[in-house]
């Protein structure tokens, strides 16, 4: 039976994660998060740490020497004013680095970064090539700096999750459906995009093949996480709708402009809109990533969009 630390279990990614392996697998879990679980019956395998505090996250990894290790844990919203903001990120992974070295009996580590490393649209020559728009982005820079340069001896892999989506899940991606859900999505013609999303328990399948893959095929690899074929927008609201019973009407693209202005406007005095510069942006950017590197060790996703869909509006009609 293997032993697993899960650090950010009580996140969106790591919520499903922990169910997944309870249904799946024989082993034993413990779960590292400064929040709650979100599920109550995940009590039994979680810790209240906060990975910026070294002695306490090293007490707890070094008393129980795990096998595996699924780092996860993060600021991840873009709510930071400085880069200190987001010092889970850098500390919270040099001080993991340092308590795993402490406990000595990690034979495998999966360390959790972001597609945002690079702002929507640019594609980089490798995975040394950063490009980051946000303070978020870049304290993920530094994660995978960090990581690269302690060249832990253990079996270790970078993972770059897109826009991951499903039951669970929270700001920004759960805008998307709610937005659609309370018709206040309009399609905008030939500016609707195609991006890299993926949905959660698609993401998860591709964690545990790095995990079981042999040591020499993933070692030292950094790999995007996501579905192989990119998201028409359009084709995605519409699905949604669809099953909810809804008619997304076409507006003008001038009109986006106007309502991103507005919002810019608002987001000063400090009131929330549904769209700013910033989201419209975002929404006319294709951002597509090179999966090949993770299709080659998880070639057939288990769930496909249309079922994804199905299963996260259940879950927001049951839960929100």
């Excluded at 998307?176 to 999303?197: D, E, L, P, Q, S």
């Excluded at 510069?277 to 929404?283: A, E, P, Q, T």
């Excluded at 070639?299 to 929100?320: A, F, M, N, Q």
Aim: hydrophobic letters at 35%; glycine letters at 6%; one cysteine or more.
């Amino acid at each position: 039976m293997k032993k697993i630390l899960i650090t950010g279990g009580s996140g969106f990614i790591g919520t499903n994660l922990i169910e997944h392996l309870l249904k799946k697998i024989d082993a034993e879990l413990l779960t590292l998060d400064i929040n709650e679980p979100k599920i109550d019956s995940h009590n039994r395998f979680w810790k209240r740490v906060d990975i910026r505090e070294y002695e306490e996250l090293r007490e707890k990894i070094v008393e129980y020497k795990p096998d595996i290790v699924i780092h996860l844990a993060a600021r991840t919203d873009l709510r930071g004013l400085t880069l200190k903001d987001y010092d889970a990120n850098m500390t919270g992974v040099s001080n993991l680095l340092k308590a795993i070295d402490e406990a000595g009996t990690v034979q495998k580590a999966v360390f959790a970064s972001s597609m945002y490393v690079c702002e929507p649209g640019y594609m980089p020559k490798d995975f040394e090539d950063y490009a980051p728009h946000t303070l978020y982005g870049e304290s993920k820079v530094e994660t995978e700096r960090r990581i690269k340069k302690a060249n832990p001896s253990y079996t270790w892999s970078i993972i770059r999750p897109t826009s991951i989506w499903g039951p669970w899940f929270g700001e920004p991606y759960d805008k998307f459906f709610h937005i659609v859900m309370n018709r206040m999505y309009f399609h905008m013609g030939k500016k609707a995009c195609k991006k890299t999303y993926g949905y959660v328990d698609n993401a998860i399948y591709q964690i545990e093949s790095i995990l079981k893959a042999e040591s020499e095929k993933v070692n030292r690899n950094v790999y995007y996480l996501g579905d192989y074929e990119a998201y028409s927008i359009t084709d995605w609201a519409n699905e949604i709708a669809n099953i909810e019973g809804i008619k997304i009407p076409h507006v003008p693209y001038f009109c986006f402009r106007w309502m991103g202005y507005v919002g810019d406007c608002l987001k000063k005095i400090g009131i929330a809109f549904p769209m700013t510069s910033f989201r419209l942006h975002n929404m006319t950017t294709d951002n597509v990533h090179n999966l090949e590197p993770i299709k080659s060790i998880a070639p057939h996703l288990p769930i496909s969009r249309v079922e994804g869909t199905k299963v996260t509006l259940d879950w927001i009609h049951k839960y929100e």
